[in-house]
DNA sequence: ACAATAGTGTCTATGAGACAATATGGT
DNA sequence: ACCATATTGTCTCATAGACACTATTGT
């Protein structure tokens, strides 16, 4: 084969206040890197797969068991030097999922903290895919909604700050979070979150709403 | 052929204060659309090709005889629906020039407006790849130096504002936008702009010290 | 002097950051 | 009452927009 077409998604959720990174581990033995954890990927199948985003779908549900995540192509990665088989394109996505979802995913899903797996060595041109995508979640992260897609069902500011803090690498005002989320109008309220020694904080979920960007088309809200 | 992967151009230019988008003529008669005006693009070749974004120098530099213009990956656009041929994903790019090497190019490439050739049919689904380049362009416009590469050798401020002015589509405060670019301290004055019936302007050009983007990352000033 | 465009001073409204003050439930 | 976290008030400072004013050249 001259040249192949395949694509790759990276699966990042939060845990602990941490960036995660979904793998699955290599069960082919006739392919490069048999056994290594990486990031979940595979072939397009044209009789399968009206399009590369449906190929991501597919891997997604067949390899890591997660179903309809918040899903954005991310770039594609190409030549002869990243995959030893010879010249290959890698359509890469990368998805969001919460915990729930995350904590429901495959055995065949291990889940690791992305500063460690960056730290250690990865297949292919896996760690430029993997810091492209936590490059481009930040980047959207301060001027967006997208962190919604790592949050439960529902959940407090103070959770969400959390999220955007962890996301971001750094404190944030409570006031100036405030103001700017109620602004922008992308929660509604729930309910109360009773029950801790202090005072109970309001509970929001996203606003159905809000689609938040149109693929691979640069959005501002 | 189960499959194929092509690499398409958006080639952009501003002429005359409109954005102007750079066609050529499909000669091949084997293939379809023969003799309709098209986006540059060709099918990526694994011996020549190192990655994708050689392919598309090469297909700028074969085919519209551009060089070295700035050359952003856009997007991968795939699936079956594509392409009459079959299962297709092209991997698209978007290259900025300036007007002296848009009169430069070859006879072969054409340019035209980009409001007339959005409002004409378009084959294949370039009307979608040329929507997501100029949406592309305006959203980075917005915040960074990238309208540099439309500008030639030297220019004044009221020249690079009314660049920004067209790409976004609206007036720009002189006074603010000058604050703005010395903020910024991406161009160099060179000179003086004299000659004319009224106050000379300043001439600057764009500092080589910055580099504006890394490929596929999202990259704020 | 006048026309024409370049470039600057500056007032004001808006928004972000800082931080203090108040609110509310459990113990 | 006290602790802990939630939520809000508000001061200040930086920035962006508006707009008028000054600068400089050719005619």
Redesign the pocket.
Known sequence: MLLFLTVDVVLLTLKQDQLYVGLVQRLNKDEPFYGVWTLPGGFVRPQEDNEARDTAIRVLRTKAGVESPYLEQLATFSGNARDPRGWSASITYYALVNEQISANSQERLRWEPVDEVLAAPMPFDHKELLMAAVARLRSKTSYSSLPLHLMPSSF????LRRVYEVVLGGKL????F???V??QDFVEEVGID?????????LFRAKKSAPLYIEGTFCVL
Request: aromatic share 0%.
């Open positions: 407090t500011l103070s959770e005002e409570p006031r100036g405030a103001r700017r109620m602004e009773k029950g801790e020694a202090h005072r109970p904080a309001r």
